[in-house]
């Protein structure tokens, strides 16, 4: 079966940085574009950054562009959110997911991780 595991969140203080992986297995990992969005409770999924399958395409939101860099190692199977200069609004759960092309809307992925928190607080 699919399976998507997040890992890398933890507290961290402002302006600190923490990078998120995302180990993909039971899927040809190297066909799927990969997102990553996070969600705060009570609120919707927001999406955070967006890669497609080969690496050659990326998408970030505006909240995220030029803090955050997503990346990929088809070989290893995973997925990666570089996040710098972290700020406490960055605070949330998030999570890797994956569908056939690349996109930032929630909704249109086929398959998710479960999640890891992340915490910007001094």
Do not use: H
Not at 6 to 19: F, K
Not at 75 to 102: E, F, H, V, W
């Amino acid at each position: 079966q699919v399976e998507l595991v997040e890992s890398g969140g933890g507290l961290v203080q402002p302006g600190g940085s923490l990078r998120l992986s995302c180990a993909a297995s039971g899927i040809a990992f190297s066909t799927y574009a990969m997102g990553w969005f996070r969600q705060v409770p009570g609120e919707g999924r927001e999406f955070v950054a967006a890669i497609s399958r080969l690496g050659l395409t990326t998408d970030y939101s505006n909240s995220v562009k030029g803090r955050f860099t997503i990346s990929r190692d088809n070989a290893k199977n995973t997925l990666y959110l570089q996040m710098n200069s972290l700020i406490p609004g960055d605070t949330a759960i998030y999570s890797c997911a994956a569908r056939r092309g690349i996109a930032n809307i929630a909704q249109l992925y086929e398959y998710w991780g479960q999640g890891t928190q992340v915490t910007v607080s001094s």
